[in-house]
Nanobody, 125 residues
Framework: QVRLVESGGGLVQTGGSLRLSCAAS?????????MGWFRQAPGKEREFVGT????????YYADSVKGRFTISRDNAENMVFLNMYSLKPEDTAVYYC?????????????????WGQGTQVTVSS
């Protein structure tokens, strides 16, 4: 069983930046998991943001964040990060990290086995 805890959310102005962190514990060694970030805005379904494979050499992003968000991981520290730049009000959401034992990058929510509780990001206009 993998436990995921997100942190780093908060209130930021349009155009600002935030770095979200996700700490993993338990389960298999961290580099056995592909990690993903998802978000859920008020009144909307949870959507894919980005994913990073086990080694960190492959990432994939939703079109809505491509060029503004980057994902990285530190397998030695069991951490994954979501760096968010040029934030827009439409980025306001609860952000979740998730883990899957699939070794390739994964964009489908149902393929993720473990989820964190989420961290709120609010972008003011």
């Amino acid at each position: 069983q993998v436990r995921l805890v997100e942190s780093g959310g908060g209130l930021v102005q349009t155009g600002g930046s935030l770095r979200l962190s996700c700490a993993a514990s338990g389960g298999r060694t961290f580099d056995r998991y592909t990690m993903g970030w998802f978000r859920q805005a008020p009144g909307k379904e949870r959507e894919f943001v980005g994913t990073i494979n086990w080694s960190g050499d492959t990432t994939y992003y939703a079109d809505s964040v491509k060029g503004r968000f980057t994902i990285s991981r530190d397998n030695a520290e069991n951490m994954v990060f979501l760096n968010m730049y040029s934030l827009k009000p439409e980025d306001t959401a609860v952000y979740y990290c998730a883990a899957t034992e699939h070794m390739a990058v994964v964009t489908t929510q149902r393929l993720y086995d473990y989820w964190g509780q989420g961290t709120q990001v609010t972008v003011s206009s």
